[in-house]
T-cell receptor, first 113, second 115 residues
Framework: LAKTTQPISMDSYEGQEVNITCSHN???????ITWYQQFPSQGPRFIIQ???TKVTNEVASLFIPADRKSSTLSLPRVSLSDTAVYYC??????????????FGRGTSLIVHP | GAVVSQHPSWVICKSGTSVKIECRSL??????MFWYRQFPKQSLMLMAT?????????EQGVEKDKFLINHASLTLSTLTVTSAHPEDSSFYIC???????????FGPGTRLTVT
C-alpha cells in the first residue's frame, strides 16, 4: 500500500503560485512530512519539513490540515528554474534508526514562460 | 547544510567489469547511509541501508553479491557493482543521516553506463 499519492504531473506559468498536494491517509502519529526537489541527473534536495499546521521557509510553505492525511507544498511565484520533480515523503524521523526514506512517484512540475 | 559527495559523478565501463562508487559525508558523521538507484523517468528505488561497521541490509530483489556495500567509517560508504551488465546502467544516489539529523542529505548521484 503506497504511503503517499501525488499527481504525476502539473503545469504552471512563470510568476504563478503552485500548490502540490500529497495524500498520506495512513500517516502515523509520529510521522513527519518532508518534501524534496529533484532536477534531472541530480540528487534530491530538501525543501521543507513539517508535522502539523503550517511551515514556511525562504523557498516554500507547507500546509498540513488537522487530520494530517494530506499536505500541500506551496511554491510562490514559480520561475522556469522550478521545473523539477517534487517528492513527498512521510516517516517517523525522530525515531532515527528505523526511518528509511522511501520515495513515491513524485510530481513532475513544468513551468512555462 | 550538510554536504554529501559522490565519486565519480559519472563512469562508463565495459560489460563484465566492476565499478566502485564512493559516498562521503563531508562535514558530519553518518551512522546510516542509503543507496538508491534511479532509472530514467522513474523514482528513486532504495537498494540497501548501510550502517557503519555492520553488514548492509538489502531490499528485496537486490542481489547482495552483485551490489557490494561497505560502510567502513562514519564518513564513507562504497557501492561496488560487480560484473556489470548493460541493465545495471542507471543513476545511483546515496544519502546519509547523522545521529540527530532530521533531514536526509543526498549526494549528487553517479551516472553509470555499462557498454
Amino acid at each position: 500500500l503506497a504511503k503517499t499519492t501525488q499527481p504525476i504531473s502539473m503545469d504552471s506559468y512563470e510568476g504563478q503560485e503552485v500548490n502540490i498536494t500529497c495524500s498520506h491517509n495512513n500517516i502515523a502519529t509520529n510521522d513527519y512530512i518532508t518534501w524534496y526537489q529533484q532536477f534531472p541527473s541530480q540528487g534530491p534536495r530538501f525543501i521543507i519539513q513539517g508535522y502539523k499546521t503550517k511551515v514556511t521557509n525562504e523557498v516554500a510553505s507547507l500546509f498540513i490540515p488537522a487530520d494530517r492525511k494530506s499536505s500541500t507544498l506551496s511554491l510562490p511565484r514559480v520561475s522556469l528554474s522550478d521545473t523539477a520533480v517534487y517528492y513527498c515523503l512521510v516517516g517517523d524521523i525522530p525515531s532515527g534508526g528505523s526511518y528509511i526514506p522511501t520515495f513515491g512517484r513524485g510530481t513532475s512540475l513544468i513551468v512555462h514562460p | 547544510g550538510a554536504v554529501v559527495s559522490q565519486h565519480p559523478s559519472w563512469v562508463i565501463c565495459k560489460s563484465g567489469t566492476s565499478v566502485k562508487i564512493e559516498c562521503r559525508s563531508l562535514d558530519f558523521q553518518a551512522t546510516t547511509m542509503f543507496w538508491y538507484r534511479q532509472f530514467p523517468k522513474q523514482s528513486l528505488m532504495l537498494m540497501a541501508t548501510s550502517n557503519e561497521g555492520s553488514k548492509a541490509t538489502y531490499e528485496q530483489g537486490v542481489e547482495k553479491d552483485k551490489f557490494l556495500i561497505n560502510h567502513a567509517s562514519l564518513t564513507l560508504s562504497t557501492l561496488t557493482v560487480t560484473s556489470a551488465h548493460p541493465e545495471d546502467s542507471s543513476f545511483y544516489i546515496c544519502s546519509a543521516r547523522g545521529e540527530e539529523a532530521y533531514e536526509q542529505y543526498f549526494g549528487p548521484g553517479t551516472r553509470l553506463t555499462v557498454t
